[in-house]
Structures are given as structure tokens and as C-alpha cells.
């Protein structure tokens, strides 16, 4: 089953500019993952954020999690045009064993 | 390989055939995950294997999907009796399927996927 709804569904930036994307969800979690998909390509996992933490950041990303909105938001701080690519949410409900249910994604466009 | 590896990578088929589709997880990887996506969208959980439990076979379509997993490796995921509509990139993963609290807390690595159209 899909739980999360990523928002937008597309985003088109400008390189330098930031880039926002968000994540809803209906159950209770254990974690929420981001991954990223280029066109044609596998899924890459860019970062985990477990549900008693409120916000990471990895390199240019930084993920922000609101338990009690049951929502998560990824931003990405001044894109380049190879950040291109489908960004997806997926979460890991809690007892739900070893399931990883994912959205369907905000494409990303980052024009030079 | 290093990585997950998926074949073929591309399977053009006539409708009421049947298909096989391979993954090879990671080595040392002991869960495996089969999600489908269809074009422009996201992704749909068809089935995953963990260990020597039963797979979790909740998100398969249709009894015209089946999947195995041999020896805790390799697994195929068999679609008798194309439809049209099976049309898709049919993507695997794999896990070190650590868990806490009920759930996974490790990452998955998938494979570059395969894509199926069924004329």
C-alpha cells in the first residue's frame, strides 16, 4: 500500500535556488526515508530520519519531521541541474515488520 | 557484484505469455523487496522476503503473480498470463533487514530495475 503523498507532484527551479518538497502520511512510524530516482535509474537512498527526531541534514539536504502533522519536508539548499531526478518518501509503520511503503514522488527539475 | 542485479533489463513479451524476472541481492542481504511502477508514478510493494519467514505477499495484484526466493539469494518473480496492463518497471531491493520497534530501520538498495511491456 502507498502511504505517503509527496508535495508537489513537479517542481521546476532555477540552479542556486533551494528546493522544498513534502511528505504526508496517514500511520505511525517507526522512520521515513527519502530516496531519489533519476530517469531510467534505480532509487538511491539519500536519508533516514527516525520518528523521535525532528530534523537532519546530510551535505546539501536537510529533513524535518512533525510527528504530530504526520508530515516530513526535504530540502535541498542550492541545487545544481544534476539534482534532476523523482524524490520519494517512504515510510516504515511501526509493527509493520520489514514493509518500506512509498509515495509517488515529486519530479524535480533544475534548469541551469 | 556489489550491487543489486536485476535481469533482464528490458523484456518485450505478447500478451497471455508468461515472464520471469531475476534479481541477485547484495550478498549478506537477507531481506528482499519486488516493487512495481508504472509509468510516472510511484512505487507499488508487490512482495518481500526476510530470512526464513513467510514472504509477505500482501501487495501481489493478482494469483497471476508468484515469486520464490532460492537458498536466501536469488529470487524470481514469475507473472503468468500477461496483461497489458502488467506493463511496468518491476524494481528489487535488498536489505541488511535490520529492525527496531516492529520495523525497519535500515535502507533499501535497489536494483536498476526491469522493464517489462507486454504488447
Known amino acids: 500500500s502507498q502511504q505517503g503523498e509527496e508535495d508537489p507532484q513537479a517542481l521546476s527551479i532555477q540552479e542556486g535556488e533551494n528546493a522544498t518538497m513534502n511528505c504526508s502520511y496517514k500511520?505511525?512510524?517507526?522512520?521515513l526515508q527519502w530516496y531519489r530516482q533519476n530517469s531510467g535509474r534505480g532509487l538511491v537512498h539519500l536519508i533516514l530520519?527516525?520518528?523521535?527526531?525532528r530534523e537532519k541534514h546530510s551535505g546539501r539536504l536537510r529533513v524535518t519531521l512533525d510527528t504530530s502533522k504526520k508530515s516530513s519536508s526535504l530540502l535541498i539548499t542550492a541545487s545544481r541541474a544534476a539534482d534532476t531526478a523523482s524524490y520519494f518518501c517512504?515510510?516504515?509503520?511501526?509493527?509493520?515488520?520489514?514493509?518500506?511503503?512509498f509515495g509517488k514522488g515529486t519530479s524535480l527539475l533544475v534548469t541551469p | 557484484g556489489a550491487g543489486v542485479s536485476q535481469s533482464p533489463s528490458n523484456k518485450v513479451t505478447e500478451k497471455g505469455k508468461d515472464v520471469e524476472l531475476r534479481c541477485d541481492p547484495i550478498?549478506?542481504?537477507?531481506?528482499l523487496y519486488w516493487y512495481r511502477q508504472s509509468l510516472g508514478q510511484g512505487l507499488e510493494f508487490l512482495i518481500y522476503?526476510?530470512?526464513?519467514?513467510?514472504?509477505?505477499k500482501s501487495g501481489l495484484p493478482s494469483d497471476r503473480f508468484s515469486a520464490e526466493r532460492t537458498g536466501g539469494s536469488v529470487s524470481t518473480l514469475t507473472i503468468q498470463r500477461t496483461q497489458q496492463e502488467d506493463s511496468a518497471v518491476y524494481l528489487c531491493?535488498?536489505?541488511?533487514?535490520?529492525?527496531?520497534?516492529?520495523?525497519?530501520?535500515?535502507?533499501?538498495?535497489f536494483g536498476e530495475g526491469s522493464r517489462l511491456t507486454v504488447l
Open positions: 531491493a535488498s536489505s541488511s533487514a535490520r529492525t527496531s520497534g516492529g520495523a525497519l530501520t535500515g535502507e533499501l538498495f
Open positions: 500511520t505511525s512510524i517507526n522512520n
Open positions: 530520519i527516525r520518528s523521535n527526531e
Open positions: 517512504a515510510t516504515a509503520e511501526k509493527n509493520s515488520g520489514y514493509a518500506l511503503n
Open positions: 550478498s549478506g542481504h537477507t531481506a
Open positions: 522476503f526476510q530470512g526464513n519467514s513467510a514472504p509477505d
